[in-house]
């Protein structure tokens, strides 16, 4: 066997039932074309195929399950020098992915490419190629990524390539294409570039969706983004409208002065008309915010309010009364509000919070959180416990313990209060809210997309935060891990877990997740979350990073399949690219490292927990992947014909 896997492989071993399954067939066509064109192609010898072993167990070389055909490969950085050979990679005829970015090809693009008939990602960018854009790429019906940027293509950017209705990211900056923009209307389109060209002529509506830094850097693009076509120079199309004989310019004219006489009266009566209007806006409003103020006055959300208000069948009259210390002597002393760990900087009692203004945060599975505005200014969060089983003391203990976790990633209770009716926690509050309101939030209506240094970043933040719990003495479970409970903080390194080692609050007789899609299997069963069932839950939140879904969505096809068996039945017909977010399509040279995050989230979402790695392994890897990530940023920028190394070739 070959030492060099590549991370499709290796993720196609965790799901495929048997490795034993590699049985040595060879994909003896593919192997013909591939070493055609590795004589034909000078190269830096870490490429060293050894023609004794499997072309399966070359670098860069991926074969599909049977090992009968190669279906992706990845050459990124090798120094591969001179023009593509034709009919050579042409005749891979499985190939899905085929990567040679970063290198030093020369000379056009051979048109036989266009009959790798279920290419879905082609990767040319960083090279030296120049010549057209081939044509016959109209035929790659199935191709949902094309990076030719950073080469030396000449002439039009073809109209045929609406065409390939499935793609989701042309990139084509960087190059020397001239004449106009063709309209490209392909729906699946997310990510698109043709910045540093040669273009000329007006944008068509079709792309003026994307941002101006699509365009940029041309001869004499114009209009929406870019700043509007010049009317007054000629344009590629004259405007019906334009007049050319000299008698009827002079009536123009005066017709304009006209025009502009009228277009001034309108304006100021339009001007005054808005006064008005605004005057009378601002008169009702002032009168209704003030009949407002006086509504709401009698019922302002108290937090010893709101049980009532929602309907809840939690608080009793009886434990109003203790609550607002009208319970007597003895009260007064229960009431107490305990703060434990640095919650004692806090300066606020019981009555303080009664007091507060409250606004439901959520509703989760221990209860129900409020954002709490305190009189004096502060701000926290008060969440309501519902089905407590511990004794007060038991809760005390417990809450103690808690209290005294300090972690950057992890928010700590910082004040409790117990009563036999009435069990509340308090928190900081984090205004950047949750991974999950920023990750599925007004989706498509022109947000800003969660990119993948963010994602990555989120996601190391949480797992270091759920590594020192199941490090700490004595070593706690989250029991809760969910996109919800991941508060992000303007520096997301400090994003934090909340709402952690809860469940020995509630017994085994409540179930400790309700949230269908993060539990694992085995919980089920023993109510009862360990360190191992936190790790398949951090795999499902990786998931959901990756693939943008949210694992509780109805719409992932079946009906109650759960995301780890989805992306694992759309890895398995139709391989990874399919599975990514793609709000993730537009980024350029990422999907190594998707791969590699996948690859990690599906070991954690194991059905055995025994299979799944521990926590502390996990942030290892993806902080492999980032600072690989930063050493590949480092020697791109040095320049040189070396760029990031596959991960698959482990350089000999
Ligand atoms: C090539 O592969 C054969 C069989 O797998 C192995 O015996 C041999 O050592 C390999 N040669 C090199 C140069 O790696
Ligand atoms: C790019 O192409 C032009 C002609 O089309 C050629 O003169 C130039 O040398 C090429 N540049 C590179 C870097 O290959
Ligand atoms: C387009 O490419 C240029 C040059 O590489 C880059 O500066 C710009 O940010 C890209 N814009 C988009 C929207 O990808
Ligand atoms: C755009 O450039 C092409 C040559 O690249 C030229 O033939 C055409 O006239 C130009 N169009 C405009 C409107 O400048």
Redesign the pocket.
Known sequence: MGTSLSPLLLLFLFLSASPLQLALSEPTQDRVALLSFITQTPHENRI?W?T??SACDWVGVTCDPNRTAVVELHLPGVGLLGPIPPNTLGSLSSLRVLSLRSNRLTGTIPDDLAGLSVLHGLYLQDNLLSGPIPTSFARLGRLSRLDLSGNNLTGEIPFAINNISRLTTLFLQRNKLSGSLPSISIDSLAGFNVSYNSLNGSIPKSLSRFPDSSFVGNLALCGDPLPPCNPFFPSPVPSPGSVQNPAGKAEKKKKKLSTGAIVGIAIGSAALLLFLILAIFLCLAWRRRGRQRKEKEPKVESTAAIGTRSGETGMTSSSKEEMSGAGGATAAERNKLVFVGRGGGYSFDLEDLLRASAEVLGKGIVGTSYKAVLEEGTTVVVKRLKDVVASKREFETHMELLGQVEHQNLLPVRAYYYSKDEKLLVFDYLPAGSLSSLLHGSRGSGRSPLDWDSRIRIALAAGRGLAHLHSSEPRLAHGDIKASNVLLRSDLDTSALSDFSLSPLFGSSAPPSRVAGYRAPEVLETRRPTPKSDVYSFGVLLLELLTGKAPNQASLGEEGIDLPRWVQSVVREEWTAEVFDVELMRYQNIEEEMVQLLQIAMACVALVPDARPDIADVVRMMEDIVNRTAEGDDTSKAGGSGGPTPPSAPTP
């Open positions: 060293q050894n004794s072993a």
